[in-house]
């Protein structure tokens, strides 16, 4: 289908890796939700020593630029 076609908003007819800088910039509210850098939890090594925190994120201050 051809995009000129399409009544739909760009950010309906595209993937977030097809966008252009400024088309990302514009969808941007600056919450840096987004650009959080996150870390993750492994899986832990013995099955019985699993726990609710096994996979856990846990939030950064740090964002993207």
């Known amino acids: 289908m051809n995009s000129t076609s399409n009544n739909n908003p760009f950010w309906e007819q595209k993937t977030l890796t097809e966008m252009n800088r400024e088309e ?3 969808l ?3 919450c840096g939700k987004c ?3 996150k870390l993750q939890e492994d899986e832990p090594e013995e099955l ?3 726990t609710e925190d096994a996979h856990a994120v846990y939030y950064t ?3 993207c630029d």
């Open 61 to 63: 201050n740090i964002v």
């Open 28 to 30: 941007c509210d600056h």
């Open 48 to 50: 019985d020593e699993k």
């Open 24 to 26: 990302w910039e514009s």
């Open 35 to 37: 650009c959080l850098t």
